[in-house]
């Protein structure tokens, strides 16, 4: 077991430079987790309550009012929207590592204004949407710096340490709001606000040492720059290894540039690409419409709901149920593959949460409690594997080169509105004087986890082990989704696919100007400038 371990992919193409900069750029993961899951213990607080509620008469005590806490829930989505429009206008032209630079000061003035509130709740929701922008800038940016920095077949395993990181930040905040509920000051929920400080200003110190995403270079003609971030990336390759990769990655640019040339907002919807944004855009969608979102933001009214008294142990379980699920899907992502997580996910999350809403809803003692959390806990574990990490993995692959910022964008974008529509409504749904559905909401939201286990059928293509560029000749010839597990590629993609499976069998490849591979398929020469000259690979 061991030694098939050490001959894994993950072992053969995981490097050190390459670990160490996933993992710095996916703290921004962390603020995420902070902000959102605090947010759900601090509204349970008595004490957030008295300092930036209102007193109730006819209950005689302090209260947040539905209304504040539809708008308060909400509004921090619309920053993260918002947020994913700045980065699909900005990332592009001043690229990834200069994004975190951004997102990271605009969380430092938002976490500020948390901060420095004494009795404004409004002042506290200014606050909450400024450094939702910077974490919708982070929710752009980070899975599509990875996915262009990480080899194919770990990809998956990459990409996912940013929703490990934030689910890291979501147990942070459900252990620190566990430990200051019964504190009779401001610092009951002020404490895990100031926390928050530490992420932003990790990612300003930590920024000036990350490389540039070489592919992102490679699109701006900075070939040289290129090849310098492969080599610490590829730390142990041999040289000339990096180097074919290098040229096959300039050369299926200018194919992409000549033949595919794709910039604009509306390109997202042209041709194939109208396929690749529906793909990216529905796993976003789908995944808060299932109950994401909501669990996020009103666990600890949901658990109050259903009759759990100590609802904020509880939620720490649970956020530590989903951050160890989330190891696993370090392995399974790039394993099983995409397709099959996300399909058992959404047809086990249905079950779950149909048997919450069917247990609670109607027959309330401690049996169904007990029955109604081990059904939440099971749901928050698949839940963690499939539609928690492998969204983000799914949503950073499928774009083209070219388009990525602008698809990840409309993805996020859209999966953050359905967002705020989940946060908006939920507590007109739930709460008594409205609709009261109390723990019977589960109904609504395990009927789409079914409607999500369709489209998995019919929509979502098997990505898993693909160069990018792989991707971009299957999409391009309309692969159906039935057939992209088993499709044999043919060009540029092929070719860097292949370059890497003979430096991970052979630890070398021979590469001189004037590439040749062991087919004899030409790839690319170099002028005296070093300026690569393609010609498309025929096979």
């Known amino acids: 077991m061991w030694a098939k371990f050490q001959d894994s992919d993950l072992v053969r193409e995981l490097t050190l430079p390459l670990i160490l900069i996933s993992v710095y750029a996916s703290l921004g993961g962390a603020s995420f ?74 969380g430092i003035v938002g976490i500020l204004v948390q901060a420095a509130t004494v009795h404004s709740y409004w002042q506290f929701m200014v606050g909450r949407v400024i450094n939702s922008v910077s974490m919708g800038i982070i929710c752009n940016v980070v899975p599509a710096y990875q996915s262009e920095c990480a080899p194919a077949k770990i990809r998956g395993t990459l990409i996912n340490t940013y929703q490990f990181w934030l689910l890291v930040g979501a147990v942070m905040a459900a252990t620190c709001n566990w430990g200051t509920q019964y504190w009779t000051t401001h610092w009951a929920w002020r404490l895990v ?117 100590d609802t904020y142990k509880v939620l720490i379980l649970l956020y530590f149920t989903n951050m160890i699920a989330s190891g696993f899907a370090f392995y399974f992502a790039d394993n099983i593959g995409r397709r099959p997580l996300l399909f058992g996910a959404a047809c086990v999350m249905a079950v779950c949460m149909f048997t919450v809403a069917g247990i609670t809803g109607y027959d309330n003692n401690a049996q169904s409690i007990k029955g109604a959390l081990a059904c939440l806990f099971i749901w928050q574990f698949v839940q963690a594997v499939g539609w928690s990490s492998c969204v983000w993995i799914v949503t950073a692959e499928t774009p083209t080169l070219q388009l990525r910022e602008k698809t990840i964008t409309i993805a996020t974008f859209a999966g953050f509105i359905v967002g705020v529509l989940v946060t908006y409504i939920n507590p007109y749904m739930q709460d008594a004087g409205f609709g009261n559905l109390q723990g019977k909401v589960g109904f609504v939201y395990g009927s789409f986890s079914v409607v999500a286990a369709v489209w998995v059928i019919f929509m979502l293509p098997e990505l898993k082990g693909r160069a990018l560029e792989e991707l971009d000749e299957m999409f391009e010839k309309n692969v159906s989704v039935f057939q992209f597990g088993t499709f044999v590629t043919e060009g540029w993609g092929a070719q860097i696919a292949r370059a890497k499976r003979i430096a991970a069998a052979k630890g070398h490849a021979s590469i001189v100007h004037g590439v040749e591979l062991d087919n004899g398929i030409e790839v690319g020469s170099t002028n005296e400038k070093g300026e690569v000259r393609s010609k498309i690979a025929e096979v």
């Open 193 to 309: 606000v100031v926390i928050q400080f530490l992420i932003p200003i990790l990612m300003l110190v930590g920024g000036a040492v990350l490389p540039e995403s070489p592919r992102w270079l490679v699109g701006k003609c900075r070939n040289e720059q290129a090849l310098k971030v492969l080599r610490i990336l590829r730390r142990g390759a041999p040289d000339d290894v990096i180097q074919q990769e290098w040229r096959l990655l300039i050369a299926a640019e200018e194919e992409q540039a000549e033949h595919h040339s794709a910039t604009t907002w509306l390109d997202c919807f042209r041709g194939s690409n109208l396929r690749r944004t529906a793909i990216a855009t529905g796993v976003q969608c789908l995944q808060n419409a299932q109950g994401n979102s909501f669990i996020a933001t009103y666990s600890i009214v949901f658990l109050q709901a259903i009759g759990v008294t």
């Open 33 to 106: 987790g902070l902000d959102f899951n605090s947010w759900s213990g601090q509204i349970g607080m008595a004490q957030f309550k008295k300092d930036l509620g209102v007193f109730d008469q006819s209950v005689e005590s302090y209260i947040v009012p539905s209304t504040w806490l539809s708008i308060g829930s909400g509004t921090p989505q619309a920053g993260l929207a918002f947020g994913c429009l700045v980065a699909g206008f900005v990332g592009r032209a001043i690229g990834r590592v200069r994004c975190f630079y951004l997102a990271a000061s605009i």
